[in-house]
């Protein structure tokens, strides 16, 4: 008896949309036997719940084949260049060019779990964890990030970030941040990558919670990861599993979009 489909699984437009972006199966070896669709249906599960490898269900391929092709793909950046394809695909849909020309960067606190790995204690936000720098386009949609030690200080992790996207972004001449970026951050971004970074301050007389000008996009970015459940903590033990995982979710979120679109 066929199984009812659950909520995270891919729709035909969906897969039609991701399959040129799937690695084929190795020219050697044994030839692939898995429905690669159910894998991905699979890891796409896992992070949306937050399951551990091992609960995956039983209607799933086994958990020790998802995650083979969950690492591979992670190693070989198919989950990144999938948030890359689908970015671009969206932004033309919007009637803008692949590439943006001005972006948000921001930084996310999160607590870290007895897994182990790199971790280290944000004293602003008085959390022991990493961080997730990101950096996202005028929509919210994600065109890098990093994960790190979270005593690492915003500027030098926003280094880190930027040193990684200088060369791929070629129509980027703008980038707004908060004030914690404010200093010689600014004379950095502009002699490194040849960019503006522009402070966008909160009023001196504000008072209380104010939506502020730009700022907000890459907050609700945080917000849409925030609701896959694999990304509530950090739970991996390398930080490049879990970049791996939000460019995933970022993927998970676009297809959807793309496929409503084109079936509108």
């Given amino acids: 008896m066929a199984t009812k489909p659950y909520p995270t699984d891919l729709t035909n437009e969906q897969k039609r949309i991701l399959e040129p972006l799937i690695p084929g199966p190795k020219t050697r070896g044994r030839p692939r036997t898995v429905d690669i669709w159910a894998v991905l249906n699979a890891i796409f599960y896992v992070l949306r719940t937050g399951c551990a490898w091992r609960m995956l269900p039983h209607d799933f391929p086994a958990w020790q084949t998802v995650y083979y092709y969950f690492r591979q793909w992670k190693k070989s950046g198919v989950f990144a260049a999938m948030n890359d394809a689908l970015r671009a695909d969206l932004r033309t849909a919007g009637g803008r060019k692949p590439d943006p020309s001005a972006a ?80 010689q951050l600014i004379d950095w971004v502009k002699d490194t990558c040849h960019w503006v970074l522009d402070i966008v301050k909160r009023p001196e007389d504000q008072k209380g919670f ?25 739970y991996e033990r390398q930080t490049a599993t879990s970049e791996a995982f939000i460019y995933a979710a970022m993927t998970h979120l676009m297809v959807r979009r793309l496929a409503r679109l084109n079936t509108s």
């Fill in 104 to 183: 948000i960067l921001d930084s996310q606190s999160v607590k870290t779990t007895e897994q182990g790995g790199p971790r280290g204690y944000d004293a602003g936000k008085k959390i022991n964890g990493r961080k997730r720098h990101v950096l996202v386009d005028t929509l919210g949609l994600l065109l890098a990030v990093v994960v790190h030690p979270a005593d690492i200080q915003d500027r030098d992790g926003a280094k880190l970030l930027l040193d990684k996207v200088k060369d791929r972004l070629p129509r980027l001449q703008l980038i707004w941040a908060d004030g914690g970026y404010a200093g």
């Fill in 210 to 234: 104010a939506v502020l000008p730009r700022r907000w996009v890459v907050e609700r970015t945080l917000a849409w990861i925030g609701r896959y459940r694999r990304l509530s903590k950090d």
